[in-house]
């Protein structure tokens, strides 16, 4: 998106932590509350102007639901970054799954909780089988379909 010359920034659920959602633990509401606080800032942002990339793990509908609500369902796309639990082991810089396994952190979704899958995600990256690059080609696709960004 910088490279085509348009202003984007990340909203990372983790990063939140470290900042505004530091007061927050790993529970099923704390982890609700840290994805609303992240999409009011998303929300801010993309009102300025700024296309917001955010980051976050949520595994319920409810969420997403109102994630779409806040931010407006025109400014809002979906995308469902798939991988099967394996490989999301296998890429966890961060330990947390590690951590889910022995008990440190309760309700990890699709460790000891449950990850429902969106439905209805305006675009899916089967992050198995496409590499990086792929994916965020397939974004930018998206995206131009979408107006967001200009096809040229």
Same mark, same amino acid.
């Given at each position: 998106?910088f490279d085509a010359g348009h202003l984007a920034t990340t909203i990372d659920g983790?990063?939140?932590?470290?900042?505004?959602?530091?007061?927050?633990?790993?529970?099923?509401?704390?982890?609700?509350?840290?994805?609303?606080?992240? +999409?009011?800032?998303?929300?801010?942002?993309?009102?300025?102007?700024?296309?917001?990339?955010?980051?976050?793990?949520?595994?319920?509908?409810?969420?997403?639901?109102?994630?779409?609500?806040?931010?407006?369902?025109?400014?809002?796309?979906?995308?469902?970054?798939?991988?099967?639990?394996?490989?999301?082991?296998?890429?966890?810089?961060?330990?947390?799954?590690?951590?889910?396994?022995?008990?440190? +952190?309760?309700?990890?979704?699709?460790?000891?909780?449950?990850?429902?899958?969106?439905?209805?995600?305006?675009?899916?990256?089967?992050?198995?089988?496409?590499?990086?690059?792929?994916?965020?080609?397939?974004?930018?696709?998206?995206?131009?379909?979408?107006?967001?960004?200009?096809?040229?």
């Amino acid at each position: 998106l910088f490279d085509a010359g348009h202003l984007a920034t990340t909203i990372d659920g983790q990063q939140l932590r470290v900042g505004i959602s530091r007061d927050l633990g790993f529970t099923a509401a704390e982890r609700s509350e840290n994805l609303r606080r992240g +999409i009011e800032v998303a929300r801010v942002v993309n009102q300025s102007g700024v296309i917001a990339l955010c980051a976050f793990v949520a595994p319920h509908e409810l969420p997403r639901r109102r994630a779409r609500e806040v931010v407006g369902d025109d400014r809002f796309i979906e995308i469902f970054v798939d991988a099967p639990i394996e490989l999301c082991r296998e890429r966890d810089a961060r330990g947390l799954y590690a951590a889910a396994d022995r008990g440190d +952190i309760a309700d990890f979704p699709g460790v000891s909780s449950a990850f429902e899958p969106p439905a209805d995600a305006d675009l899916v990256l089967d992050t198995q089988t496409l590499t990086v690059e792929a994916c965020a080609e397939r974004v930018m696709d998206l995206l131009r379909a979408r107006d967001v960004i200009s096809a040229s």
